[in-house]
């Protein structure tokens, strides 16, 4: 493989893009304490932060067999208060201009289902990427590589021509069996081809620094 071959950049959202930790917090506190469940803990909140919302309310509520009173409450709740309380990774947009100069694929692959949209409308970031895909838009959302190759087929690329960041081992795995390169962002544990704690260290990468 050939990193010089690399011709699209496909970001996960939350934890790489954005540092994601407090809103996604409090949205799923919020809807905790709705059914008077203690608050996440540890490892529940590292598990949420990988799954798509349906995923990570089949997790919070093992308990109950009908859901639709949880998604009623989250629909009143909503997502959208909590998108000030995310915070873009340093660097972001300044990579994201660089890569489009020098004639990358810019993209994103991300669990989250139905808030992308806003978040991208949000912090003016929406005609910062070629191709968005959530898990609305995939049969098999991560740890399926179904983004990935949704990606790889829309631009007709080859495997090793796609970089696919992520901070999560979800993201690890959809980059495994997409048999793309993977770059672990601020998780040194992560098993992947490169790990980087910086927006400037993906351009070291990539050799456009």
Known sequence: MDILKIK???FDCDGVMFDTAVANKKYYDEVLQAFGKPLLNEEQFINVHMMTVAEAIDYLFPEIND????????K?????????YMVMEEGLKELLIKLKDKGYIRGIGTNRTN???????????????EVVVTAAKVKNPKPDPEQLLLIMEKFDLTPN??????????DRQ???RAKVWFAAFKN?????????????????????N
């Open 115 to 129: 808030t992308m949209e806003k978040v991208l409308e949000d912090f003016f970031l929406e005609d910062q990427f």
């Open 161 to 170: 021509e796609i970089l696919f960041v992520g901070d999560s081992d979800y």
């Open 188 to 208: 040194p544990v992560l098993k992947a081809d490169f790990n980087v704690d910086s927006m400037d260290e993906i351009a070291r990468v990539l050799q456009i």
């Open 8 to 10: 699209a950049v496909v």
């Open 67 to 74: 859901l639709s009173s949880v998604y009623d409450r989250l």
């Open 76 to 84: 009143q709740i909503g997502y959208q208060k909590f998108i000030k």
């Open 174 to 176: 959809a980059a495994v």
